[in-house]
């Protein structure tokens, strides 16, 4: 539910801003990343508190933080008649969304972590990211329908209203207490994770596109604006289901190696894509060569941090897809405004290569394969 107003406002905001505002893609691309950019600041802060607190207290402080960006969202329409005030208080409601959003995914992965062990790390991942990114799937079509029927303003109330109505459920039930043992310094952690997660920052390059500029490519070709998202997120969720504890089983490294390669083909498709079919291919192919990078890279990340550094080692690893969409995006905004909407996911399948290099060198160094290649 947290996340169903994050995605009601994937394919909502591009119109908002673009259309709505008259504003650039430059300034689209900065609201789309915004909330990304607010997450990086917070995910430590965040991971700490899920050790210290216990990650119950985490997502409950998310889901009140996300409810007060709804009223910023409300605020921003007061001035739509001053464009630069209204993207002005709109951008602030994004930044509180960032940090609520990141107080949720940090304590909710951290939460699920304790449940299931360190044995299922990926699983325990996959399946936090398919409520994630189901909600993002429904999020979708129900903000375009919000947006057609009641314009921004059912949005910005939705978004109030349902992370405040998900706190009241979520405050009875019974959470994991936090582990009373002493914390590793940030450096320490950051060490064991900036590799993946630099990794998933290049991977996640792409999401970023989807997320911001997916609309607005489909409508310049004349297609429907939210199917791309939908799509990618209704593949992502499958694969992360039926396959979601492959990086436990198998390779980790060679998982998301495999994955990331696939979902270069996905974006160069949406790049180039003649068609709608072909361009929702494109989307598929995206969301499931996504869909195991980021758990697969994840248990490379947190496999040496000791139990109780595991929310701030998911906070630090979390940390690095927030720069890769609170900077790339605005980036590829930048590109986009310049060179045309589809040199945005030209871009993504590049960066996405990159990510396919780090995930074959961590194959390399992987103790199973040196067991594997070990003469005894």
Known sequence: MAFLVIGMGMPVLPLHVHQ?????????????????????????????????????????????????????????????????LSVTILLLGRLLLGVGESFIITGGQNW????????????????????????????????????????????????TLLPFLTLLCVAPLRGIAAIPRQQAGFMKV???VWLPGFAAALSSVGFGAITAFSALLFVARGWPAWPAFTVFATVFILARLFLGHLADRFAAARVALLCVLVEAVGLGLLAVSPSLAAALVGAALTGFGYSLVYPGLGVEAVRLVPPQNRGLAMGAYTAFLDVALGFGTPALGFLAERAGLGSAFLASMLAALGAAGIAGFLLSKSPGLREQRSPA
Not at 29 to 47: K, T, Y
Not at 120 to 136: D, E, L, R
């Open 112 to 159: 699920a972590l304790a449940i299931l062990t360190a044995r299922n790390t990926s699983k325990a991942i996959a399946w936090v990211g398919s409520a994630m990114f189901a909600a993002f799937a429904v999020g979708a079509p129900i903000g375009s329908a919000l947006y057609d029927r009641f314009g921004f303003a059912g949005v910005a109330l939705a978004t």
């Open 190 to 192: 950051m060490t064991s």
């Open 20 to 84: 709505g505002l008259g504003l650039g893609t430059l300034l689209v691309g900065l609201v789309a990343g915004s909330q990304f950019a607010a997450a990086i600041l917070s995910r430590v802060w965040a991971g700490r508190q899920s050790d210290t607190r216990g990650p119950k207290v985490a997502v409950l402080a998310g889901l009140a933080i996300a409810a007060a960006s709804g009223g910023l969202y409300l605020l921003s329409l007061t001035a739509a008649s001053r464009p630069a």
